[in-house]
């Protein structure tokens, strides 16, 4: 079993930064790549950024210049720092993990989500 616990979030005015963190924990022997997605109310699951072990990180478009996604392998974490967040930016934002298992298995994992706010 795999549980990926994320942190960080709430309300925050435009203009505002805040820093997600998701932890992952359980029988886990490695951890390919990290993500993050969300979503708004009334529409789809979207990827917001994605890292791989190896370090190399992609962003949705409405993103990039804004967010940065890193990771910490020895903590099995990942993190998002958003800055001059919008109101658009408000969503639950999920995280994501492709991990092996201590078993040799692969599987894909989701957190529970946290809800972000970009309000005045």
């Known amino acids: 079993q795999v549980q990926l616990v994320e942190s960080g979030g709430g309300l925050v005015q435009p203009g505002g930064s805040l820093r997600l963190s998701c932890a992952a924990s359980?029988?886990?022997?490695?951890?390919?790549?990290m993500a993050w997605y969300r979503q708004a109310p009334g529409k789809q699951r979207d990827l917001v950024a994605v890292?791989?072990?190896?370090?190399?990180?992609n962003y949705a478009d409405s993103v990039k210049g804004r967010f940065t996604i890193s990771r910490d392998d020895a903590k099995n974490t990942v993190y998002l720092q958003m800055n001059s967040l919008k109101p658009e930016d408000t969503a639950v934002y999920y995280c994501?993990?492709?991990?092996?298992?201590?078993?040799?298995?692969?599987?894909?994992?989701w957190g529970q989500g946290t809800q972000v706010t970009v309000s005045s």
């Open positions: 994501n993990a492709d991990v092996r298992t201590t078993a040799r298995v692969y599987i894909n994992s």
């Open positions: 359980g029988n886990i022997f490695s951890i390919n790549d």
């Open positions: 890292i791989t072990s190896g370090g190399s990180t």
